[in-house]
């Protein structure tokens, strides 16, 4: 089992930064792909980034590209997500996500994910 806190939302104006955390409770932590993904309003939740155990293998979506950075800090069972150049279409809930134990594929649709945070609210002002 694995409880996931997103943390770090807030308000920003277009051009600026927020760095996200996901802190998980478990003690297969390590040994998972995590992975984030956001809302926003009227439409469906989508990919973001995701990282493999290690933190040698990332993905991420083609609108994020070169502005977003996911990472992970095995000791201290935290996940991040840095977010740079933000435009006001990154505007969303952003949800921090765990596949299954011993999946290892990073993948982008959501139904590979086990285990949710409750979302934090990123809101970029133009």
């Known amino acids: 089992q694995v409880a996931l806190v997103e943390s770090g939302g807030g308000l920003v104006q277009a051009g600026g930064s927020l760095r996200l955390s996901c802190s998980a409770s478990?003690?297969?932590?390590?040994?998972?792909?995590m992975g984030w993904f956001r809302q926003a309003p009227g439409k469906e939740r989508e990919f973001v980034a995701a990282?493999?155990?290690?933190?040698?293998?990332?993905e991420y979506a083609d609108s994020v590209k070169g502005r977003f950075t996911i990472s992970r800090d095995g000791a201290k069972n935290t996940v991040y997500l840095q977010m740079n150049t933000l435009k006001p279409e990154d505007t969303a809930v952003y949800y921090c996500?765990?596949?299954?134990?011993?999946?290892?594929?990073?993948?982008?649709?959501?139904?590979?994910?086990?285990?949710w945070g409750q979302g934090t609210q990123v809101t970029v002002s133009s």
């Open positions: 996500a765990a596949r299954p134990f011993g999946s290892q594929q990073l993948i982008t649709t959501s139904s590979g994910y086990a285990y």
């Open positions: 478990g003690r297969t932590f390590g040994s998972r792909v």
């Open positions: 990282i493999n155990w290690s933190g040698g293998n990332t």
